[in-house]
């Protein structure tokens, strides 16, 4: 059974950074591509960054330039560097696959002060 557990969400100031982490079990985990998604309240749950398993990276306009996703295969385990974090980047994070994710995480809160 796959797991996602997210982690290093924050209360952070405008302009602040942070780092999250998603530690996967129950996959071979290099197999796959992985993503960080979003969601803020009354919004859908969108992709904000995206790593396939050779470490080649995409990103939403919206993030592009301040975002960088990462991944350990060893440790089966996927990051995202945040900065220069906007009020609007506000939502709580999750990671999943980029194809057909499926049994989402608890995700992890980030909230960005003005």
């Known amino acids: 059974q796959v797991q996602f557990v997210e982690s290093g969400g924050d209360l952070v100031q405008t302009g602040g950074s942070l780092r999250l982490s998603c530690a996967a079990s129950?996959?071979?985990?290099?197999?796959?591509?992985m993503g960080w998604y979003r969601q803020a309240p009354g919004k859908q749950r969108e992709l904000v960054a995206g790593?396939?398993?050779?470490?080649?990276?995409n990103y939403a306009d919206s993030v592009k330039g301040r975002f960088t996703i990462s991944r350990d295969n060893a440790q089966k385990t996927v990051y995202l560097q945040m900065n220069s974090l906007k009020p609007e980047d506000t939502a709580a994070y999750y990671c999943?696959?980029?194809?057909?994710?499926?049994?989402w995480g608890q995700g992890t809160q980030v909230t960005v002060s003005s």
């Open positions: 999943n696959f980029m194809a057909l994710p499926r049994n």
């Open positions: 129950g996959i071979v985990f290099s197999l796959y591509a």
């Open positions: 790593i396939n398993n050779h470490g080649s990276t």
